[in-house]
């Protein structure tokens, strides 16, 4: 079956970077678009960041834009989210998600829509 497990939270200091890993497995990866998401307490769900099969696409929300990068190296089965600049809002949990991706499937739904499968999560704190 589809597992995934994510890797890399920790606490950090404000302005700090991190690297969340999540390694796939039980599927077959590169035909899955693959996508980071975040909940702090008391909040929704929110995508962070998603990816398409082949890396030629990807997406992330304003609030991270020019801090985090999403990447997948379909040779390791492993996505991964670099997260430079960091703040204190950033603090949550975060999930790795994938789902299934046809060839032409990217853009034909809202980015964050579809993700059926997740991980168990990773805590990321960043402290002032």
């Known amino acids: 079956q589809v597992q995934l497990v994510e890797s890399g939270g920790g606490s950090v200091q404000a302005g700090g970077s991190l690297r969340l890993s999540c390694a796939a497995s039980?599927?077959?990866?590169?035909?899955?678009?693959m996508g980071w998401f975040r909940q702090a307490p008391g909040k929704k769900r929110e995508g962070v960041a998603v990816?398409?099969?082949?890396?030629?696409?990807?997406y992330s929300v304003d609030s991270v834009k020019g801090r985090f990068t999403i990447s997948r190296d379909n040779a390791k089965n492993t996505l991964y989210l670099q997260m430079n600049s960091l703040k204190v809002e950033d603090s949550a949990m975060y999930y790795c998600a994938a789902a299934y991706c046809p060839q032409g499937d990217w853009g034909t739904r809202p980015p964050f829509e579809g993700y059926g499968y997740w991980g168990q999560g990773t805590q990321v704190t960043v402290f002032s």
């Open positions: 990816i398409s099969t082949g890396s030629i696409s990807t």
């Open positions: 039980g599927y077959t990866y590169s035909t899955y678009c």
